[in-house]
């Protein structure tokens, strides 16, 4: 079995660099409220860049936004705001950073109301990818149709994260992610 062919055809260093992402994690359910945040936060970043630029720059988002810890984001002041504006180990777009804290915001509160950010999302499942989308704009900043879809198939609630003759696939498969039922 190969890789998707997205891996096959990168160079050595390319395919290094997203090889523990698409093994590891892309399509794999998360549980972890912090994580769900984070993979939101770095999907949002995604927008109009490559993934591989956003990949690079995991380790610079984590340290900038305190290992995505929703309640340290969600309290960020002003001063937060600009720390972020000029770091260059992240995406120095003030609507990507201003969504990161509101988004934030709104997982605790999401958190406070269904017990987790996961439970919310499970409460809605399952939706159709437009459904999906309608209640994202809804209920978060900065997204859109592209961004809501990398990030549910990224957790596996949407199929697509691997082609069917990908190694990864059936061990997706094993994960139990909740495209496959509920």
């Not at 002003?78 to 509101?102: Q, S």
């Not at 919310?120 to 859109?144: A, D, I, S």
Request: with cysteine; net charge neutral.
């Amino acid at each position: 079995m190969s890789y998707c062919s997205a891996i096959d055809f990168m160079s050595e260093e390319r395919r290094i660099l997203h090889k523990a992402y698409h093994d590891k994690l892309y399509g794999f359910p998360i549980h972890d409220d912090n994580e769900l945040f984070c993979r939101l936060v770095l999907e949002i970043n995604q927008a109009g860049l490559s993934w591989e630029t956003i990949l690079r720059k995991e380790g610079g988002f984590r340290k900038a936004y305190d290992n995505f810890d929703l309640d340290t984001v969600a309290a960020y002041t002003e001063t937060d705001r600009e720390r972020l504006m000029g770091d260059p180990g992240i995406i120095r777009n003030r609507l990507k950073i201003n969504a990161a804290i509101e988004n934030a915001k709104t997982i605790r509160q999401l958190q406070k109301d269904h017990g987790s950010f996961e439970k919310w999302l499970e409460l809605n499942h399952p939706k159709t990818k437009e459904e999906w989308v309608k209640l994202f704009k809804k209920t978060f900043k900065f997204t859109g149709g592209e961004i809501v879809n990398e990030f549910l198939m990224s957790i596996g609630y949407l199929p697509g994260a691997h082609v069917e003759d990908c190694k990864v696939y059936r061990e997706i498969l094993a994960a139990k992610p909740l495209w496959v039922g509920k």
